[in-house]
């Protein structure tokens, strides 16, 4: 019944209307939210349900509107609206979804968003594949264009997109097994590796002027503590605190490198989130209070002003430097690619970045005997679930003990 009248409760007496228009193409219902009489007229109702009709149909105009323009206007007016509204606080996510925009305007021309269907979305994928000469994994570049697709997709369920084209895991329904490739290998320092670079920053820090002794502690930092790269080059002398006996830094930043100033916040948290990091080791404690007297030196001698309190104070580049600019990502995953070939690591042509040396921290916390896993997850800035899934596995160091133990059956 589209009118029925409520028997009990607050609204007893009164009427409940509900209009239950469905979809021409499926035949499904449309859900439309019910609505109660203001009064217990049978009148009243009935006119409910008339201007309910009205406003669905109105609804309906400014609806067809969208599913007849052509997706890639309607994506990109999206993609603009949601920009303008401050959604994406990073302009690479912006960027992102314009290259979205650009390949479905080079794809579906002037098709419009009523008539895209699952399998224009399997043929833009595999067609993607193919032009590109591109491997189909997880996190790779398709699968980035699906995720925002089906993400935009989503967004058109009151307009009348009850079936989203984009599946939730679009590679498995687009492409066979075989077609797919494994996601890429992350290297993983063994602790011999981690010592030997260590020796070897240590050493260099012994020889070189200290304009230059600012990336090689930045790798130093990243071992000890996992950090992520605009993490530490948004670090501050006063975030240095005592936890307990030991001493970690306290954050609540991260630098932009494409835009040049901070975040306002850690990656996916709300601003003035902190966290604590893992602990810093003595060695590297005494070897940044050492930095900070040189560095306050250095920037004295040339008339220098550390006005953010920098610790990774660009201090090879003088203009950069009065700018209050911090070291660049490239310096510090320039010189651990140097400092990796300098003591010979085997890294069997797999990639080294800092992310690398965040990836071990994080592998080695999770196959530490006795860890507490929601800890190491909080000090490392991610989800539980997110460093159980990417971060328990293998650890190369442990690899010929568990082959013993297993041997020894």
Known sequence: MAITQIKSGKNEGKYRVRIQPTDNETGKTIP?????TKTSSKREAKQLEEQMWVEY???????LDVLNQPLSIALNN?????RASGRWSSITTYDNWKYTVKLVSQYFGRKKVKDIKEKDMRNFARNYVKTHKTTVAPHTTIDRQLQNLRGYFSTLNDVGITRNPVPMKPLSKFFRRDEMSLATKKYVFTSSEIEALKAEIYKELGICRVNYWTTRIAILIALDTGMRPQEIQALKWNQIINDGKFKVFQINDSWNE??????????????GESRLTLPLSEPLLQLLKKFHHHQLELLKENSLVNSNDWLMLNTTDYNLCSLGYP???????DMLKQLSKKVEINNQELNISMYTCRHTV???????PGMSYPWAASRLG???????RTYVHVDEDRNEE????????
């Open 327 to 333: 070291i660049t990502q490239k310096s510090m995953n």
């Open 57 to 63: 149909r109105a609804r309906q105009e400014v609806n």
């Open 382 to 388: 991610h989800s539980l679930k997110m460093f159980m």
């Open 362 to 368: 994080a592998t080695k916390l999770g196959n530490t």
């Open 402 to 409: 568990m082959l013993n133990l297993v041997n020894n059956w």
């Open 78 to 82: 999206y993609v603009e609206e949601e």
């Open 32 to 36: 439309v939210p019910s609505r109660v």
């Open 258 to 271: 494409k835009e040049k100033h901070l975040n306002g916040h850690l990656k996916s948290r709300p601003r």
